[in-house]
């Protein structure tokens, strides 16, 4: 853990819990739903980062790992042409014609490392894959895999924001195939820990915690709330910030503070608002950032429904493009099932960047609607016919950044101004350097530890 015994250490948190989009619903029969994200990957720099610091709080033993083997693992669908299609997930499957491809994968893998470098300094992952792998891979199975993790459009996600190791491969080795074989180039170097060393030891491809991911924020604000130079701070939304002598007077609704410096994990554009004028280029850069709304609908059903088993199925935009694909939670983590009892628990997401287009703007959209078009995606995909038993759900408003085409350009300008600036504020969170849970753990360590001079 990073020391705090010289400084004093002030947590705003706008809402009345700390954790974002980390959000777990315990009932009290034992069961356990996601409302965000439920699986988190042990691998590369930021995943043994965030591995440590489990470790470090304690957490080790409530640890839910899924392993390789799993069949969570192994099965993952996607939903194309009303039916749902395996992703091969061995060498062997890249052999034979399987659908929803026209063609046997290996093909385009042989074609990969033949194709030329690019040139452009920024590519759409569509294009980008499009050109390296071939169009039915990037209007299939890369527009299918962008909807799970950004909720977004491939044909508007940059590939070097969004999957940095796909473009570093190009750029370092010249192919892909050749990335994932020889490294795509260095990246940071973080020890791993005695979890992190055990993630490799038993192959895991994805872990949760006992009583859900929010146990991790939970755990957080715990180990912080015992540190006396640490204050937190719920139901504490900021109204607006100004430059002052020693660095920034904090306006809240019913008062002031005062501090030498700012780490803001405020989405983009409302850090924008909040920002004073002079800082008109930031604002302006800030107010760029994209985001989409997501509407998250968690079901329970009595027994074994499922026709299939895996992870979950993805829905290419050509085939629903409301539907962004349904979680199978149940069978990654059975542990989080209600204990006395056979039941099945699914997750549904819906809308992303076609949110608008198919529901409408969000304020006018209703939720008995949004549980409807769930469970009949469940009937229609799964071929479920009963009801739930029991149902949540979220409507998520802006809860993923987009990293548009020449996302990268738009943070060096913006950290670029804060630095010529002198700006005592650093920008951490989703909007900038990665959405994933990983990657924002990882990236506000890096900053408080620039900032620390560690």
């Known amino acids: 853990m990073i020391s705090l015994s010289l400084y004093q250490v002030i947590v705003l948190e706008s809402s009345s819990r700390f954790g974002g989009?980390?959000?777990?619903?315990?009932?009290?029969?034992?069961?356990?739903?996601?409302?965000?994200?439920?699986g988190i990957r042990p691998s590369g720099a930021v995943g043994r980062n965030t591995l440590n610091m489990v470790d470090e709080l304690g957490l080790a033993g409530e640890i839910l790992p899924v392993t390789y083997s799993h069949v969570a693992s192994k099965n993952r669908y996607l939903y194309v042409k009303g039916q749902l299609h395996r992703m091969p997930s061995r060498i062997s499957g890249l052999l034979w014609t399987l659908p929803p491809f026209s063609r046997p994968l290996l093909f385009n893998v042989v074609k990969e490392m033949l194709v030329k470098k690019g040139n452009k300094e920024d590519e759409t992952m569509h294009s980008f894959v499009s050109r390296r792998l071939g169009k039915e891979l990037a209007d299939i199975a890369v527009d299918s895999f962008c909807r799970g993790v950004f909720a977004g459009d491939c044909r508007k996600l940059s590939?070097?924001?969004?999957?940095p190791p796909l473009f570093n491969a190009e750029q370092r080795r010249g192919s892909l195939i050749l990335g994932m074989l020889l490294g795509s180039g260095p990246g940071?170097?973080?020890p791993p820990g005695p979890l992190a060393q055990r993630s490799v030891k038993e192959s895991w491809a994805q872990w949760s915690l006992r009583r859900g991911v929010e146990s991790l924020p939970e755990a957080i604000v715990e180990h912080?709330?015992?540190?006396?130079?640490v204050h937190l701070h719920r139901d504490t939304p900021v109204k607006h910030v100004s430059p002052s002598a020693s660095g920034w007077t904090i306006h809240l609704e019913d008062g002031v503070i005062h501090t030498d410096h700012i780490?803001?994990?405020?989405?983009?554009?409302?850090?924008?608002?909040?920002?004073?004028?002079?800082?008109?280029?930031?604002?302006?850069?800030?107010?760029?950032?994209?985001?989409?709304?997501?509407?998250?609908?968690?079901?329970?059903y009595e027994g074994s429904i499922?026709?299939?088993?895996?992870?979950g199925h993805l829905v290419p935009s050509a085939e629903d493009q409301g539907l962004?694909?349904?979680?199978?939670?149940?069978?990654?983590?059975?542990?989080?099932?209600?204990?006395?009892?056979?039941?099945?628990?699914l997750t549904v997401m819906m809308g992303g960047a076609w949110f608008q287009e198919v529901f409408g703007t969000p304020e006018d959209v209703k939720e008995v609607d949004l549980l409807n078009r769930a469970t009949e995606a469940v009937r229609c995909h799964l071929g479920v016919t009963t009801e739930p038993t029991w149902s949540w759900v979220g409507l998520h408003k802006d809860c993923i950044p987009q990293y548009y085409l020449g996302h990268f350009k738009k943070i060096e300008s913006m950290r670029g101004f804060i630095k010529e600036n002198n700006l005592p504020l650093s920008l951490v969170g989703s909007s900038y350097d990665g959405v994933?849970?990983?990657?924002?753990?990882?990236?506000?360590?890096?900053a408080v530890e620039k900032l620390l001079g560690v």
């Not at 983590?333 to 039941?343: A, L, S, V």
């Not at 994933?436 to 890096?446: C, L, Q």
């Open 21 to 38: 989009w980390l959000w777990s619903t315990r009932r009290s029969d034992g069961a356990v739903f996601e409302h965000g994200p439920r």
């Open 159 to 163: 590939v070097r924001s969004c999957f």
């Open 188 to 190: 940071p170097m973080v």
């Open 224 to 229: 912080l709330g015992q540190n006396k130079r």
């Open 263 to 300: 780490v803001s994990a405020l989405p983009a554009k409302t850090l924008s608002s909040a920002l004073p004028a002079s800082c008109q280029p930031l604002i302006q850069q800030l107010q760029d950032i994209s985001t989409v709304t997501v509407a998250v609908v968690n079901l329970e």
């Open 306 to 311: 499922l026709p299939v088993m895996g992870f």
């Open 324 to 345: 962004l694909g349904i979680v199978y939670d149940s069978v990654p983590f059975p542990q989080h099932n209600r204990p006395d009892g056979h039941t099945t628990r």
């Open 436 to 446: 994933s849970v990983n990657d924002v753990i990882f990236h506000g360590r890096t």
